[in-house]
């Protein structure tokens, strides 16, 4: 890899919109694999925030080479995820790193998932699942992305805990990873329109809703209450969404936000790797 020394004169022709500087500038960066977030840390010049928007530019052709390349595809595509937590994960990890602006300087997902597992173990040790719902939720540490809902970042993952938002199943797959660090039983629910947990506290069954605040619903009186609801959402209520479910679901959410915001070449992309896992 290029040095610091070698990358700082490299960023110096940013400005310089001659083709052939471009394609020049464009061919190195690929050794870097799009992300030079640690060199630049190392440089003695902070970027304009003009360089910064260019440089992620410039590297989003290499993140998505890289993303194509390790792109976790399971035997039997996504239907045979029934509990793949460590493929799932996989997965999650690849489109952070992706979705990532190749610039910024942060942990990987994983390593950000141990992070937040380490600040909830206090709570978590002394009210168990109930404890992580009010570490996460009811806290305010992470809430709704309500203002941009369709934002493609909210499949980042990263970027929703630096953040502090996400979708309902951004928020809800970091519950859940979390909540497996700490050994505690938590699953998803693959409800019509929404995405939801369901947790077992103090021998009840809750659905918890953490796209608000954690709020929770106790299954049993839902099913008393609405004893006349339709066979599809008494099933929702139920059933448990496999991890194979789950990534199809990012994938298909993220593939409506590139859509909406009119990004054809990431919708293409997406629909690759829908396809990959069999969607």
Known sequence: MPTTTEFESLVRLLDDETPQVRNVIA???????????????????????????????????????????????P?????????????????????????????????????????????SAPIVEEAGIEGLRLFLFESGKLSGNSEHYNDP???????SISNGRSNPIGLALIF??????????????NFPGHFLCRIENEGRSYLMDCYNRGQLHDIRELMER?????????????????????????????????????????VTLVQKLIKSIGG
Request: charged share 30%; net charge negative; aromatic share 6%.
């Open 27 to 73: 061919a190195k960066l690929r050794d870097y694999g799009g992300d030079v977030s640690e060199v630049l840390a190392e440089c003695q010049h902070p970027l304009t925030d003009q360089e910064r928007t260019l440089l992620s530019h410039l590297l989003r052709p290499s993140r998505e080479e890289e993303l194509l390349r390790e792109w976790y595809v």
């Open 153 to 159: 970042r909210n499949a980042d993952l990263a970027w």
């Open 176 to 189: 859940l990873l979390v909540a497996r660090r700490h050994d505690l039983a938590a699953e998803g629910v």
């Open 75 to 119: 035997a039997g595509g996504w239907m045979a995820m029934e509990d793949d937590w460590e493929g799932l994960e996989g997965c999650l990890r690849q489109l952070s790193d992706y979705l990532h602006d190749g610039v910024t300087l942060r942990p990987s997902l994983s390593d950000t998932l141990d992070l937040l597992a380490e600040e």
């Open 226 to 266: 609405h004893s006349s609801m339709n066979r599809d959402v008494a099933l929702a209520l139920t059933s448990v969404a496999t991890t194979g479910e789950m990534i199809l679901r990012v994938l298909r959410n993220l593939e409506l936000a590139f859509q909406k915001s009119g990004q054809t070449g990431e």
